[in-house]
């Protein structure tokens, strides 16, 4: 077996989201990704959730509804999970998230939980190892639960991990933190040692960012596998600046080169890109066909500039195996351009540890590229209730339906209402 990607052997296949009073979701909502067995293989979009799992999930799932509906909802609460994971300890404020907009909602806790597939020993030989024995997989799932007060969110009420050896069985316990109760571990997640530190995990930090600080190895494990995930987005949408972006292309050269074939293959009329040194640091020039001088970056087209800025996060995916979250990966960038960029999570080659892509988009017409397994719809009713749904639960969809056509004709719901 193939050395599989550290970032994969942790995050495997996330197929499973829940969502309840957070942002515009007020009563909960479950996306459940994996595939029915009857539906044919697409080894190229699907994969297992995990090594010698018999159920599968997209590759790609691309959200789709009007303005508002709650898109970027569900990508929100996709990235706060890992960022809660990784960085809870060292933030000072308030939690970067919301609850629902309502006296009702007010003081009911946000809930959150995903499921994916992952290695089930929480260890760096484990991880790292090249082949692994039978039952070394399975799913785990991550659950979060938190209390708002006071217009501010501080407090974990609950926060649990559960795993079953390969994806059977009941769930069994991880680690675990409900109130003022001591937080339980396990076996694969011992806490002797660490009882002085279990004893500062703030009300507002997670147990894997504090236990990690402190080289708690199943929470450093743990901690990678969050830091697969690569979001464009947490409170808002956050595209990176142009000295970041530049220092990133700058320590990547692999990075640039894959840049370079994808901008050509595109066809945006730039011929090559490079990056050059300033008093200021790098900055990038463009080669474009039939113009004697490169032209800078600030009169670059602001298509071109928006994909550039966005490969990094679907680069680092694709190279290192975990999700690429991309609100708005449609912006700016035509329409005949995302198929190719979807394209990308196919191709066995660019994509070796099957990274997945999470995308929210406006361009319908991709729904052309896409089978019903990837089409995610949110739409929001009179009270400003987000509804979120796959388009495996709308019956009597068939594979050759023209999407495009029978979504813009209502038949699937989540179409913008004008008038």
Sequence with gaps: MKQASKALICCGMLYRLEIENFYSVRDLQVLDLRIPKNVPDYPERFAPIFPGADERAPKVVALFGANGSGKSTVLKALAFIPWFLRES?????????????????????????????????????????????EGSFGIYRYELELLPKNGEIRTVAREVLLQKRNGRGKWLKVFEREGDKPIQGSKIFPLSGFSQVID???????????????????SKVLLQAAEAVFKNILLDRADPSDGDLFQFLAQRP???DALNRDLQRIDVGVEHMQLVQTPTGPTALFKHEGLHVDMPWQLESHGTRSFIKVFPFLSLALQ????????????????????????????????????????????????DDLTKEEIIFCEKDRQGRSRIYSLMDVQAVRRSDNLYKKYLGGTYGAVPQIG
């Design 320 to 367: 290192e195996g975990g999700i690429a979250i991309v609100d708005e990966l449609d912006l700016s960038i035509h329409p005949l351009i995302l198929p190719e960029i979807i394209r990308w999570f196919y191709d066995p080659e660019r994509n070796p540890y099957r990274a997945q892509l999470w995308t929210s988009c406006h361009s319908v017409s991709l729904l």
């Design 254 to 256: 692999s990075a640039v």
């Design 89 to 133: 300890f060292q933030n000072k404020s308030s939690l970067p998230c919301e609850r629902f907009n309502d006296e009702e909602s007010a003081d009911k806790p946000i809930r959150l939980a995903i499921e994916a597939g992952g290695l089930m020993q929480l260890s760096f030989a484990t991880r790292d190892a090249v082949t692994h024995d």
């Design 200 to 218: 500062k995990v703030r009300a507002d930090a997670s147990v894997v960012a504090t236990l990690a600080l402190f080289e708690h190895e199943p």
